[in-house]
């Protein structure tokens, strides 16, 4: 019999955070049996294609786990098996989704309504339909069970947690402006530095896709729309019913001429062809004294959320930013001058970071 104190842990996604993530459960679960009476079993844990779970609610063990999992023949849940599944089972079940799937974020109101809480880093159900977000925090109240994403917006940053913190204890927030993307701050942050030169955009954004910063396709990247995902989360906590990601102003960064050509590969091929476009944009800042950067701002009076380039001095926070950080400014009523969160927005470790501690405040509150 589970004593009262059990409680499951599903894990779907194994991928960068995934993995960061089960080391650190497998952390917690051994000093929580120390320190605490609260039991944690890890029952479930799958990727795409292969899922290791225990159908009698045994723990699964960790070690080995990543392998045990690749050479898996258990055969894969369905969504709702995976939710009927988890509500048979016999104690508090939180449900960990390590993806970036808009299909297992379209279950969390079915899975928030049998009292399954969820942690999770995927931006997906937070910022499609504003309908989706509106089922996942109407199942949750309805059944008490808890959701948490603070890793959805600046990764383990504690942007989510002090926003919500601002707004419920009254506080008028009434900008908040930022770099919401490590892609976007590395590639501004060298193409244009506040102590002038930086390469040719296309040059730099080679480099960043070499370095890994970029996603396979850097178009993923210079669309915009990650940050109008962040923006549109941020935007709704504070009160705001923004309808989608593509409901207000996103610049992309990707020409015309390219937004249709077949392949990443081709992308960066011809990007070299239009570099003098976002040499102007640079230049045109420089006469100005000023520094380019691609930022997202929401200005709550007014309504209004938008993601682009614009310009600013030198000795401005967001200009003076290093490497891929990114930089979150809360302008409130309470704060005479900004409160400003700052630091690395994205990393296996430190995204798992978010989700373990958001998996601590619901084992704190399940009574
Ligand atoms: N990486 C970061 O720095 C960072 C920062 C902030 C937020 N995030 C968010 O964190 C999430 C995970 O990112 P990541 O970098 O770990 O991505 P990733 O490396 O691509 O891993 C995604 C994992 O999800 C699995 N998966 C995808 N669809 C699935 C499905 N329907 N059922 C079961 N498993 C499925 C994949 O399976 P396979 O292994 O079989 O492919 C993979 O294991 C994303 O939502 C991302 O936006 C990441």
């Given at each position: 019999?589970?004593?009262?104190?059990?409680?499951?842990?599903?894990?779907?996604?194994?991928?960068?955070?995934?993995?960061?993530?089960?080391?650190?459960?497998?952390?917690?679960?051994?000093?929580?049996?120390?320190?605490?009476?609260?039991?944690?079993?890890?029952?479930?844990?799958?990727?795409?294609?292969?899922?290791?779970?225990?159908?009698?609610?045994?723990?699964?063990?960790?070690?080995?786990?990543?392998?045990?999992?690749?050479?898996?023949?258990?055969?894969?849940?369905?969504?709702?098996?995976?939710?009927?599944?988890?509500?048979?089972?016999?104690?508090?079940?939180?449900?960990?989704?390590?993806?970036?799937?808009?299909?297992?974020?379209?279950?969390?109101?079915?899975?928030?309504?049998?009292?399954?809480?969820?942690?999770?880093?995927?931006?997906?159900?937070?910022?499609?339909?504003?309908?989706?977000?509106?089922?996942?925090?109407?199942?949750?109240?309805?059944?008490?069970?808890?959701?948490?994403?603070?890793?959805?917006?600046?990764?383990?940053?504690?942007?989510?947690?002090?926003?919500?913190?601002?707004?419920?204890?009254?506080?008028?927030?009434?900008?908040?402006?930022?770099?919401?993307?490590?892609?976007?701050?590395?590639?501004?942050n060298s193409f244009a530095p506040t102590e002038g030169k930086g390469g040719k955009w296309s040059e730099e954004v080679k480099n960043a896709k070499d370095l890994g910063y970029t996603e396979p396709d850097p178009r993923d990247d210079l669309n915009g729309l990650d940050v109008a995902r962040k923006l549109t989360i941020l935007a709704r906590l504070s009160g705001l019913s923004v309808e989608s990601p593509t409901s207000f102003p996103v610049q992309s960064l990707i020409p015309k001429e390219l937004e249709s050509v077949g392949s990443g590969e081709e992308f960066m091929q011809r990007l070299p062809e239009f570099d003098s476009q976002m040499e102007e944009t640079k230049t045109a800042a420089e006469k100005e004294g000023k520094v380019v950067r691609f930022v997202g701002s929401i200005d709550i009076a007014k309504k209004e959320v938008k993601v682009g380039l614009e310009k600013f001095d030198p000795s401005h926070p967001i200009a003076a930013l290093k490497g891929s950080d990114n930089i979150i400014s809360f302008y409130t009523k309470r704060y005479v001058s900004p409160l400003i969160i700052q630091g690395a927005g994205a990393g296996g470790d430190l995204t798992a970071m978010g989700v373990t501690g958001d998996l601590i405040k619901i084992l704190e509150r399940l009574s």
């Open positions: 019999m589970p004593s009262p104190k059990d409680v499951y842990i599903a894990v779907i996604g194994a991928g960068g955070v995934g993995k960061c993530f089960l080391a650190q459960l497998e952390v917690l679960s051994a000093r929580l049996s120390k320190t605490s009476s609260t039991k944690l079993s890890l029952i479930y844990v799958s990727r795409s294609k292969t899922v290791l779970y225990s159908p009698q609610y045994t723990a699964l063990p960790f070690t080995d786990l990543t392998t045990k999992l690749a050479d898996s023949k258990q055969e894969l849940l369905s969504l709702p098996k995976i939710v009927d599944y988890l509500a048979a089972a016999p104690s508090k079940v939180i449900l960990v989704d390590n993806t970036s799937s808009q299909d297992v974020a379209d279950t969390y109101p079915a899975v928030l309504k049998k009292g399954i809480s969820i942690v999770t880093p995927n931006k997906k159900a937070f910022s499609g339909s504003y309908q989706l977000w509106e089922e996942i925090f109407a199942a949750a109240r309805e059944s008490g069970a808890k959701v948490y994403h603070e890793s959805s917006v600046g990764a383990g940053l504690p942007v989510i947690s002090t926003l919500k913190e601002l707004v419920d204890t009254g506080d008028e927030v009434t900008k908040i402006e930022g770099v919401f993307s490590g892609t976007m701050s590395f590639l501004f």
